[in-house]
């Protein structure tokens, strides 16, 4: 493994690792792991250089990532979303967006969020149906977002919209203080990724000016299937990867600790061993497929694309199985939640459901394999 993903491992470790249990029994967002990545300015790590930011790419972001969620999931999760809105603005914003906001994020100063999903397209989050009207030279938004990662505590929410100007989609950068803006915080009580706050938001007469759209008018769409798809669907599979390799190591070390009457371990048992042995090479299998695409996907490889689907694929079936398998060996002890497993089984589940979704996406392989067009 790189230098760099065993810095962030270290990293997640001393300043991610100690809130994880009190962000799921409380459900509250990880604001004291998200203080320590705002004052290392890990939020700028795909910020080009030229900003004050680090200018890494899709591989860092995939190490980052992983080696949080492998601390905790939720922080993870929302950190991911953050860098696939950063790399919005670093690859479609215009020069006067990049001054305005990348110096801010490089510096540790905010954090982003994606408002996209909408209860009327559901997983199918590319397709807003939230309307937005011409006002001379301003666009009024209105409509909800129905998931909103980070909610209430990012600083900056991308909203997706049909555009007023053109054919296509908009992709807008909407603060948090915009006149019109609220959220729903009761509507969000997630069976796992409880810390997310990823609840919806209501636009009601939110008006902006141009210059809070990212790139062209009708740009939308390329940014969706250009930063957002290789971005975010490579950030799910780093995400469920560490829950699978998380739960791994807590089993493994059950296995190992957990002594019998007369001295024995857990770990002795043949039948656990063959389990121990499929949980590994699961969650091995997730973490180093998932790495192996982000590099594809930074190397332009041919069949990146499909290797990033394959991987989030993968990895969130891998994740439910080895958290699955993990409650087993970890028995009533984990059933009681003496052990993490069952958070970890709760998180997991997440995997499949979060757009675009696993049965979306495996749809979207076999066109990508047959070169048709997607979606
Ligand atoms: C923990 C969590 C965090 C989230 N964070 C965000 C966020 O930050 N921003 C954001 O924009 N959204 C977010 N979402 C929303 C998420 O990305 C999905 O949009 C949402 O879960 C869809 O829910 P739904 O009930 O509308 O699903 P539905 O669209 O009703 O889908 C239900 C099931 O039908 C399947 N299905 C639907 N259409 C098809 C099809 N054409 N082919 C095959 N199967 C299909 C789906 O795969 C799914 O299994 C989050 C969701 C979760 C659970």
């Known amino acids: 493994m ?20 009190k962000v799921d029994d409380e459900a509250c967002f990880p604001e004291e792991s998200f203080k320590a ?27 980052a990532v992983m080696a949080l969620a492998e601390s905790c999931a939720t922080t993870g999760l929302c950190y991911m979303m953050h860098n696939v809105a950063t790399m919005c603005i670093v690859l479609f914003g215009s020069d006067e967006m990049k001054k305005k906001f990348l110096p801010k994020i490089a510096s540790g100063e905010v954090l982003f969020a994606l408002a996209y999903s909408e209860t009327g397209t559901g997983t199918h989050f590319y397709l807003p149906e939230i309307t937005v009207a011409k006002d001379k030279e301003n666009y009024v938004l209105n409509g909800r977002k129905s998931f ?18 053109t054919e296509g989609l908009d992709n807008w ?16 009580n997630g069976l796992g990724m409880r810390g997310n706050a990823s609840m919806p938001m209501l636009l009601e007469n939110v008006t902006l000016d141009g210059s809070y759209r990212i790139g062209d008018a009708g740009s939308g769409q390329a940014q969706v ?3 957002v798809a290789p971005f975010f669907v490579t950030g799910l599979a780093c995400v469920y990867a560490g829950v699978a390799n998380n739960a791994c190591a807590t089993v493994v070390e059950h296995a190992k600790t957990r002594k019998y009457t007369d001295g024995t371990m857990l770990a002795a048992i043949p039948t656990v061993q063959n389990h121990l042995a499929e949980i590994y090479t699961k969650a091995a299998g997730a973490k180093h497929f998932a790495l192996a695409a982000a ?17 989030r694929l993968n990895a969130s079936d891998a994740a439910v199985e080895v958290c699955t398998k ?9 059933y009681a939640k003496r052990l993490p497993l069952e958070r970890l089984l709760r998180d997991s589940l997440a995997a499949a459901v979060m757009a675009p979704s696993t049965d979306v996406l495996s749809i979207w392989l076999g066109k990508a394999l047959t070169d048709q067009p997607i979606p």
């Open 225 to 227: 299937f250009n930063v």
């Open 326 to 334: 993990a409650m087993k060996i970890g028995g009533g002890t984990a």
């Open 173 to 188: 950068i909407i603060p948090k203080d915009a006149k019109g803006l609220s959220f729903q915080r009761e509507a969000w």
């Open 295 to 311: 590099k594809a996907g930074s190397e332009g490889s041919a069949d990146a694309l499909a290797q990033i689907i394959a991987a």
């Open 2 to 21: 790189s230098k760099f993903y065993n810095e962030m491992v270290g990293f997640a470790q001393a300043n991610v690792a100690p809130h994880t249990k």
């Open 37 to 63: 990545i705002l004052g290392s300015k890990k939020t700028g790590l795909l910020v080009p250089e030229a900003f004050g930011g680090q200018g890494k790419g899709l591989t860092e972001h995939a190490e």
């Open 148 to 165: 909103v990662t980070s909610a209430e505590y990012a600083d900056y929410y991308l909203v997706l919209s049909n555009s007023a100007d």
